[in-house]
């Protein structure tokens, strides 16, 4: 097998940068103070002055992965030939649930991190797998 796994010709670049943007925006909601960022400062004992020291960089480096997350399920999507969007729930059920928050579990166990900021972290990382993905094969 000489041939490359992953097309990059067959990725929609335009829907990557779209969903990059709406994942972004989800996270910027999931952690305001309207949804879940009290609780989520509370429990990482953070305080309004220590989000305030590398914030920039925190949310470039964010935006960055999430960009890059775009990008591995552009190429999953297109490498699998999805395009019905009902499949975007197993593949965030896939690699949401069963990938990221499955291994960040025995992590938080380790580290003896509360569970609530598991469940925090992790819903999140799973709707937004299911936000960029949900984009990509609806902007076919």
């Known amino acids: 097998m000489n041939e490359c796994i992953i097309n990059l010709g067959a990725i929609n670049w335009l829907a990557v940068g779209i969903a990059t943007i709406a994942a972004y925006i989800l ?21 309004e002055e220590d ?16 960009f890059l997350t775009s990008f591995v399920m552009g190429t999953v999507i297109a490498t699998w030939g999805v395009n019905f969007w009902g499949h975007a729930i197993p ?10 928050a499955g291994n960040q579990l025995s992590d938080f166990l380790y580290s003896r991190r509360p569970l609530k900021l598991f469940w925090i972290t992790a819903t999140y990382r799973i709707l937004m ?11 076919k």
């Not at 305001?32 to 400062?41: C, D, I």
């Not at 593949?91 to 990221?100: A, M, V």
């Open 51 to 66: 989000l305030k020291r590398g914030g920039i960089k925190a949310m470039l480096i964010t935006l960055i992965t999430t």
């Open 27 to 47: 996270g910027a909601l999931w952690y305001s103070k309207a949804l879940f960022g009290k609780l989520w400062m509370k429990l990482e004992g953070f305080t």
């Open 129 to 139: 797998i299911f936000v960029i993905t949900l984009t990509l094969i609806l902007w």
């Open 91 to 100: 593949l965030s059920i896939l690699f949401g649930l069963f990938l990221y």
